[in-house]
């Protein structure tokens, strides 16, 4: 199936922990992103990389770092992990001159 | 600062009927603008885009409109189903890679 997929589903970890999400992506797309959805449903960007090369670095605590080691695969590591970092993270792909972004299904997070 | 608003309170509707969702924005000068579907528990789905130079766009039983005096989208639904209940999302991009999302209306339609 073509598709954007990222992993764990569900991640349930203890403050001060240290959790990466994972993300493919086999459309072959150029450009990958990750989104935050909080409780309110506001999605909002964090990141993007474009050919594995980042053009979009939101306000985003530097706790987070996303690393892309190919134009399929986008990453994002969280160091620290804050109560308030618990939401939904998804990522997404697009490609130049074809409309709309493919989302995963998404990674809900729980800081406790 | 950039704003889109979106009607926070549910839209319930009668199967049948058309539902009208609409998008507002402010301090934005968007290149296009998007509408997504947003299943509980899963992503968002791309629906339609509409560019700026754009008054209607249509697929189906949908159609959006852009009016970039008011700044303003209309998403329309005709003839609804239940199956068509779920959280609408409107997105607006410029021309950079960035596309930034409302808060999203959730539409329900009664059998």
Redesign the interface.
Known sequence: DTAVSQTPKYLVTQMGNDKSIKCEQNLGHDTMYWYKQDSKKFLKIMFSYNNKELIINETVPNRFSPKSPDKAHLNLHINSLELGDSAVYFCASSQAGVPGYTFGSGTRLTVV | SQKIEQNSEALNIQEGKTATLTCNYTNYSPAYL?W?RQDP??????LL?IRENEKEKRKERLKVTFDTTLKQSLFHITASQPADSA?Y?CALQDS??????G??TRLLVRP
């Open positions: 998007q997504y528990g899963r992503g968002p789905v791309f885009l959280t999302l950079s890679y960035k596309l930034i999302f808060s999203g």
